[in-house]
């Protein structure tokens, strides 16, 4: 079973503020992700790790930042939050599959955040 | 464009089997297929991947077809708790965990 984690689970925020999107985990994995979900539609990748010191954008751009200085840490950053931020973030972590080819891995997903900015 | 095609939603009875389809057309020969399933007010959880041949597990059955451009998955008996938007995913590109994730498929399982 995946040990992912992800704090808080909701969060309403006012336009403006500063927020911190915490992500955990406690398998080792050097590979982690953010993607970003609206209602009903597909994940978005917005940021994603290799490794400690390690971090990329991803296929969406976000107007948020990421950091990586502990293997089990990926948290993420809104410097001001706005209403168009409102959405579901969602973080995951990989491994490799037995095969240890590049395309087999699996991602494991936390339960995501939730975030409303008015 | 490294895309997948899904039904929007699928229903199915409880106790029933249920087949998901996804079209992965222009799939390399080296990219595996993933698929997982995203209950409501959860993130997404792994259920199954493969790459050329027939996989099972204890969630589901995974069958791909032998030109790998499309693959189904078999849920052998519905429970209520299988009614979740099931996503059959592909690499995007070359970069590692780059993956396409589409709308998937919302499964309704009624009693």
Known sequence: ?118 | DAKTTQPNSMESNEEEPVHLPCNHSTISGTDYIHWYRQLPSQGPEYVIHGLTSNVNNRMASLAIAEDRKSSTLILHRATLRDAAVYYCTRPRGSTLGRLYFGRGTQLTVWP
């Open chain 1, 1 to 118: 079973e995946a040990d992912i984690y992800q704090t808080p689970r909701y969060l309403v925020i006012g336009t403006g503020k500063k927020i911190t999107l915490e992500c955990s985990q406690t398998m080792g994995h050097d590979k982690m992700y953010w993607y970003q979900q609206d209602p009903g539609m597909e994940l978005h990748l917005i940021h994603y790790s290799y490794g400690v010191n390690s971090t990329e954008k991803g296929d969406l751009s976000s107007e948020s930042t990421v950091s990586r200085i502990r293997t089990e840490h990926f948290p993420l950053t809104l410097e001001s939050a706005r209403p168009s931020h409102t959405s579901q973030y969602l973080c995951a972590s990989s491994e490799v599959g037995t095969s240890g080819s590049f395309g087999e891995e699996t991602q494991y997903f936390g339960p995501g955040t939730r975030l409303l900015v008015l």
